[in-house]
């Protein structure tokens, strides 16, 4: 949530930090700001809306700067407005841009009135620059005056501040918000993920918790929680600039969703060693661990929460373990009954998710066996606190809505419920087919695209409903909520999932010619009961979009209309039928006309409570 980025050189940064804004508007997107030291001083300049109409007004007037800090915003205190926007600048002296929230800033708040100082906004953030400024009068530098902010600041947060008195200098820290140095030559670089500084170097410091980075164009010094000076190794990164473009497509969801098929053979080719999936892949102690598990708890929020259902009715079927899931926001606040040799599985796109990582915390205070993270983000700090970790291999993902992360992440959970069932009485030989099953979840996800041209034109038939219903059934209920989510998300039509058996108790009451349903039911062992629940829609004059399978006997009529995708086995089908809910969704949101990549209201990473 926010994107921040900062960079001090030996030659003009400002050209900089508006093009990693750019990077990083998928984490925010209502206001942007930059600020600078130069000659006359400390300059700030900020925007409403997005990273462009700053940088139109950064054009007007010239600004320039060797070193400077930027922001791009996703409100949480304060409308977006530019005196809530970042940075945010206390007596004209020191400038701060903040991601995260401040708990407790509104005693800050408070107590600086009467010391004073008086606010021009609404934000949190703003209390951190008057408390920084209020410590230089005492303190000798801005790093010791940040290093006493900190310790007054309660809440989870990334920050990066600069003071006039102390021109060739960013300090940045990191409590709960991710946060990444990047290193250059006689130039130095900080951000709040590495897409922000791809285009200047491949060197990064990755910030632990706790974390104050002391940066100048030579040197970068990392301090630890304790004050004292840290080691950190710098690592290359293998991420590829063409990675986080959108190449020749109209918007990242759309390449991303075209990127499925690499994605997912990416996720499934480590996890295999000489033929067998190889627990190993999860951590050197993963065998022992995965021994001794006797129950799962998922926990997870929007789309991987989907990918945790999805899972949770894959382990009890075929890895015939009991298995539990639930929303990481609900999670920690219930007083979870915590049973023996449970393993708490988290799955997390970005690993930032601060309910998920919250839930993380908790659980590993809680008497859990082990813990289990599926992520995308190698360093992130979700991956970094489990003990076992299945990293999923989709690459970058920038489009808000989530596509190709989903999908690898069931494949992950396919995985995961083959180590489990290889433990209660699958045969070698049986695993060795499942093993062959995933394997062509690449080509019936290709078999699935080439729908797309058929599924733009139905599209039209749903772009001016104000409300729809998906309905699945068994493991294709999570995918429905899944196609539910994406339409809403991007398209901002009322979008409900329902099992299709629930329909009767309740929601059958909103079915009429203007409702449409969008039913994911291919041939499995439910499909008869499916059949029946939208005979009873069909029944009340309900438009039906049935997505099924070509062995399935649906047929296209007045009512319905059908689209049959290839035949595949029941593991991999959730992976299948995602990819036309998907595509449904995008069109609808392009014909609408809104913004796909940087819905409304929304951003990528959700890194506040
Ligand atoms: C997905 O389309 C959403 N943007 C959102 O629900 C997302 O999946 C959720 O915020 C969790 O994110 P994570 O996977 O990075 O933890």
């Not at 800033?105 to 600086?112: D, G, I, N, V, W």
């Not at 995965?290 to 079927?317: N, Q």
Request: with cysteine.
């Amino acid at each position: 949530m926010c994107g921040l980025v900062g960079a001090i050189a030996r030659r003009d940064v400002i050209p900089f930090l508006v093009d990693g804004l750019r990077s990083l508007e998928y984490r925010g997107y209502d206001s942007a700001g930059v600020a600078t030291l130069n000659d006359k001083g400390l300059y700030k300049q900020r925007a409403v809306g997005k990273v462009e109409a700053l940088a139109q007004q950064l054009a007007a007037t010239g600004m320039s700067g060797t070193m400077g800090i930027g922001h791009t915003r996703w409100a949480t205190h304060g409308r977006p407005e530019e005196n809530n926007a970042h940075p945010h600048v206390s007596t004209e002296m020191v400038a701060v841009v903040h991601n995260g929230i401040i708990e407790n800033y509104e005693e800050m708040r408070r107590e600086l009135q009467t010391l004073g100082y008086e606010f021009e906004s609404q934000t949190d953030t703003e209390v951190i620059a008057h408390r920084i400024h209020h410590h230089l009068q005492s303190q000798h530098s801005l790093l010791a005056a940040v290093t006493e902010t900190l310790k007054e600041l309660e809440g989870a947060f990334a920050i990066a501040a600069i003071s006039n008195e102390e021109p060739g200098r960013i300090v940045a820290a990191r409590r709960g918000s991710p946060l990444v140095v990047g290193i250059g030559k006689e130039e130095n670089f900080v951000a709040s993920d590495v897409t922000a500084l791809l285009s200047e170097t491949r060197d990064f410091i990755f910030l632990e918790e706790g974390d104050v980075v002391d940066m100048t164009s030579e040197a970068v010094t990392v301090y630890n929680e304790y004050g004292r000076v840290a080691e950190r190794p710098i690592q290359t990164s293998n991420v590829k600039k063409n990675a986080v473009e959108k190449g020749d497509y109209p918007h990242f969801m759309l390449k991303e969703i075209y990127e499925q098929s690499i994605a997912l053979r990416q996720t499934l080719a480590p996890a295999i060693k000489d033929e067998r999936l190889d627990e190993g892949y999860l951590g050197t102690d993963a065998e022992d661990i995965l021994d001794r598990i006797e129950r799962i708890h998922i926990c997870a929020c929007g789309t991987s929460y989907h990918a945790g259902v999805v899972g949770s009715y894959l382990l009890e079927k075929l890895g015939k373990i009991p298995c539990r899931v639930e929303h990481a926001s609900e999670y920690r606040y219930r007083s979870p009954v915590v049973t023996d040799n449970t393993l708490f599985l988290v799955l997390s796109q970005s690993g930032e998710t601060a309910d998920t990582l919250a839930a993380l915390r908790y659980a590993k205070q809680a008497g859990y066996a082990a813990t289990l993270s599926i992520c995308n983000v190698d360093s992130s700090s979700l991956v970094r606190e489990s003990d076992l970790c299945f990293l999923t291999h989709a690459g970058p993902e920038i489009g808000v809505a989530s596509t190709k992360a989903f999908t690898t992440q069931l494949m992950a959970m396919n995985i995961i419920t083959l180590f489990m069932a290889r433990r209660r009485g699958l045969d070698e030989a049986e695993e060795q087919r499942y093993l062959q099953v995933l394997k062509q979840a690449s080509a019936a996800i290709e078999a699935a695209l080439n729908l797309d041209g058929q599924i733009r034109d139905i599209a039209m038939s749903l772009a001016d409903c104000s409300h729809s219903l998906f309905l699945g059934r068994g493991n294709m209920y999570p995918i429905a909520m899944e196609g539910a989510l994406k339409l809403k998300e991007i398209s901002y039509i009322h979008a409900e999932a329902y099992p299709g058996g629930e329909l009767k108790h309740g929601p059958l009451a909103l079915i009429d010619e203007d409702m449409p349903i969008v039913a994911v039911a291919p041939k499995d062992a439910l499909q008869p009961k499916m059949k029946a629940n939208l005979q009873e829609v069909q029944a009340r004059g309900g438009k039906l979009l049935i997505f099924a399978d070509q062995g399935s006997d649906f047929e296209s009529a007045n009512q319905s209309t059908v689209l049959k995708l290839p035949t595949v086995d029941d593991f991999i089908a959730p992976i299948l039928y995602t990819v036309p809910l998907q595509l449904l969704a995008y069109h609808v949101a392009v014909i609408r006309g809104t913004n796909v990549d940087q819905p409304r209201n929304l951003a990528k990473s959700v890194t506040v409570e």
